[in-house]
T-cell receptor, first 108, second 112 residues
Framework: RKEVEQDPGPFNVPEGATVAFNCTYSNSASQSFFWYRQDCRKEPKLLMSVYSSGNEDGRFTAQLNRASQYISLLIRDSKLSDSATYLCAPRNDYKLSFGAGTTVTVRA | NAGVTQTPKFRVLKTGQSMTLLCAQDMNHEYMYWYRQDPGMGLRLIHYSVGEGTTAKGEVPDGYNVSRLKKQNFLLGLESAAPSQTSVYFC???????????FGQGTRLTVV
């Protein structure tokens, strides 16, 4: 089983739509969690950290479910600029692992 | 603000050649990482370092060596390049154990 699994998508959504996707992780000892955004094979950049109680950052909402070992990302009111690949990254001790990413394409 | 800088950005090697990729960070981060990214595979951890003078193997360490002689630099070496090492290589650093990672711009390596 892969350490981190994501639905690769692509999720093709119209502007203004809501899109949500999950990431499952296998290591129950993972301590912190992040969502990164990657554009066209450029370097990944932090989108947001994921806290146990869930958190929002503007149109983005992240949730953590430790019991089922998954994290989720929801994007509201999608913009064309949200088109990217979203990587989830659970962290266990010193090791930062990444999923293969979920591709989101927002169309006009 | 340089952040994390990788050199070179592009390189073409012949099978069997060796090379070293350099990662430099100016943020005084403790932890540094080398990843490779292949289509459909995501980022796979090659080696990492939790401090100056220390290194550890990641998921896919075979064919690579690393060194962290100075806190700000993390070197990735390919002793005898193979076509299977054609990939995009990313270096990253984090300040502490549970803080965000900052990435370099990547090195696109082709082995022919």
């Amino acid at each position: 089983r892969k350490e981190v699994e994501q639905d690769p998508g692509p999720f093709n959504v119209p502007e203004g739509a809501t899109v949500a996707f999950n990431c499952t992780y296998s290591n129950s000892a993972s301590q912190s969690f992040f969502w990164y955004r990657q554009d066209c094979r450029k370097e990944p950049k932090l989108l947001m950290s994921v806290y146990s109680s869930g958190n929002e950052d503007g149109r983005f909402t992240a949730q953590l479910n430790r019991a089922s070992q998954y994290i989720s990302l929801l994007i509201r009111d999608s913009k064309l600029s949200d088109s990217a690949t979203y990587l989830c990254a659970p962290r266990n001790d010193y090791k930062l692992s990444f999923g293969a990413g979920t591709t989101v394409t927002v169309r006009a | 603000n340089a952040g994390v800088t990788q050199t070179p950005k592009f390189r073409v090697l012949k099978t069997g050649q060796s090379m070293t990729l350099l990662c430099a960070q100016d943020m005084n981060h403790e932890y540094m990482y080398w990843y490779r990214q292949d289509p459909g595979m995501g980022l796979r951890l090659i080696h990492y370092s939790v401090g100056e003078g220390t290194t550890a193997k990641g998921e896919v360490p075979d064919g690579y060596n690393v060194s962290r002689l100075k806190k700000q630099n993390f070197l990735l070496g390919l002793e005898s390049a193979a076509p299977s090492q054609t990939s995009v290589y990313f270096c990253a650093s984090t300040r502490h154990q549970n803080t965000e990672a900052f990435f370099g711009q990547g090195t696109r390596l082709t082995v022919v």
